[in-house]
Structures are given as C-alpha cells and as structure tokens.
C-alpha cells in the first residue's frame, strides 16, 4: 500500500523540518509513498525550506515533492489531491495536530471505508481544548447537519480518503478556505462514500485554529448554503468502489 500525506503548509518553518521528517520516517515502511508540501502565500521562508526539505529527504521509498499555490486552505488541499498517487490519502496540516493518533488507528481497522475522519468530536479522543473551543465546534456540527445533511461530528479534523475516491472528489472542490474539509467530505459523501470517524489526541499544544467566530460565522455559513446549491445541480454518478474492491 502507498500512502500520500498531503499537507497545506502556511508561514510553518518555524516547526516544518521536524514534522517532515517524521512524516518521511513513519512512510518507510509503506514503500512508494509521498510526502506533498503545498504552500500557501506563506512570508517567512516556507516555500525555500519545502524545496530544501524534498531535496534532502526524498529516497527511493518516499518521495517529498512540493508546489506553490495562492494563499487559501482549500487551495492548498485541492492541488494536494490533485498530486496524489498513494491508495491511501491522507489530508491534514503540515502541523500534524493529531500526531499519527488518525493514521494508527486506520492501520488497525480490519476493512477501513473509503473515507475517514480524524474525528475530535468522536467519544475517546483526548483533546487539550477550552470550553469555549467545544462550544464553537458543537454549533458549527448543527449548521452541518441543518444546511449539508452531513451527520459527521467532525469535518475540519483530518481525512483519510481512498486514492480513487480522492480523484473524483477534487474536480468538484471549489472552496479556497477552511471550509474545504467540509466540502471534501460533503461530496464523498455524495458520490456515495459512508464516513467513519475515529477517535484522535489532540493536545493543549497543538497548533490552535485560526478560525474566529465573529469574523468567520457568516462566511461559514454562507459557504455552507453555496456548496448545498453545488451538490444538488450534480448526479453523482455510480457509488465508489469498496476498500477491499479497489484492491482486487
């Protein structure tokens, strides 16, 4: 099996190289997978430090390749799939908030799904979070359910996404912000993939989210009533193959 880790990279080279070369390391073991940096309108250097990064720690097994997009989360998630080669796909920042707490406990699923979700809100994750932090999460769950129909507790944790699959999500992607997640997940799951979420860690120093609610709720929301639009005008066409039928 190959897996891609693709990773939105945005002013991060303060803590990029340690967590690279962790990504790099726990890939040996999965000969053929890759590491894909995409920047983002970073200022501090990022983008110099990926190229150096690939140069240096790309072998035979694992290859890091990079590439530069404006500055957006989506925008950086959508090239990111656009590049990806691995059977497995792993979608999350260069900050690796949840370790590989979301990739352990894939490999430990008998017959993972096609989609899964690094999930905070599942019952055993462990999180170093405020009350005013769940609080947030808890009401963007509700405009989810209410506006996508999506029962997922967790959309804007990390995803794991079967190659194939991945590759039918993207050209549908139009989302430039952090409601891509969302939005990834919302068309597996319209081109007939069920979520499985799974529990993570995500500890008190973990990089905090950027996301502010007076600034960011009515753009959320007015993201989320555009993407329902988009999900309806298209047939999705036949439901994806199974894990274990892609495999075959």
Same mark, same amino acid.
């Given at each position: ?5 693709? /990773? ?5 080279? *303060? ?5 690279? #070369?962790?990504?790099?390391?726990? /890939?040996?073991?999965?000969?053929? #997978?890759?590491? $894909? @940096?995409?920047?983002?309108? #970073? ?5 110099? +430090?990926?190229?150096? /990064?690939?140069?240096? @720690? ?9 590439? #530069?997009?404006?500055?957006? @989360? =989506? ?15 792993? !979608?999350? =920042? ?17 017959? %993972? ?7 905070? &809100?599942?019952?055993?994750?462990? /999180?170093?979070?405020?009350a005013g932090r769940r609080a947030m999460s808890v009401g963007f769950r &509700?405009?989810?359910? +209410?506006?996508? =129909? ?9 995803? @794991? $996404?079967? =190659? ?20 990834? !997940? ?11 979420? $799974?529990? !993570?860690?995500? %500890? ?20 989320? !009533?555009?993407?329902?639009? *988009? ?18």
């Open positions: 099996m190959r897996i891609t880790y693709t /990773l939105a990279v945005h002013d991060q080279a *303060r803590w990029m190289e340690a967590n690279v #070369s962790r990504v790099v390391e726990r /890939l040996r073991a999965f000969p053929g #997978s890759e590491v $894909i @940096l995409v920047e983002n309108g #970073s200022t501090d250097g990022s983008l110099e +430090l990926a190229r150096r /990064l690939s140069a240096r @720690l790309s072998t035979e097994e694992v290859e890091v390749r990079v590439d #530069s997009v404006p500055k957006g @989360l =989506g925008n950086a998630h959508r090239r990111g799939l656009q590049m990806a080669r691995g059977d497995l796909v792993v !979608v999350i =920042g260069v900050d690796l908030p949840f370790g590989f707490t979301d990739l352990d406990q894939w490999l430990a699923l008998d017959d %993972p799904p096609l989609l899964v979700l690094g999930s905070k &809100s599942h019952p055993r994750s462990q /999180l170093g979070v405020s &509700s405009a989810r359910r +209410l506006i996508l =129909g999506l029962a997922a507790g967790d959309t804007q944790g990390s995803i @794991l $996404i079967s =190659g194939p699959l991945a590759h039918r999500v993207e050209p549908h992607l139009r989302c430039t912000d952090y409601l891509v997640t969302t939005e990834i !997940v919302a068309w597996a799951v319209r081109l007939g993939a069920r979520p499985l979420e $799974i529990p !993570v860690v995500y %500890p008190r120093t973990a990089t905090r989210s950027t996301v502010r609610p007076l600034r960011d709720t009515g753009r959320m929301l007015a993201g989320m !009533v555009a993407l329902r639009r *988009r999900l309806r005008r298209v047939d999705p066409g036949p439901a994806p193959l199974t894990a274990s039928e892609e495999t075959r």
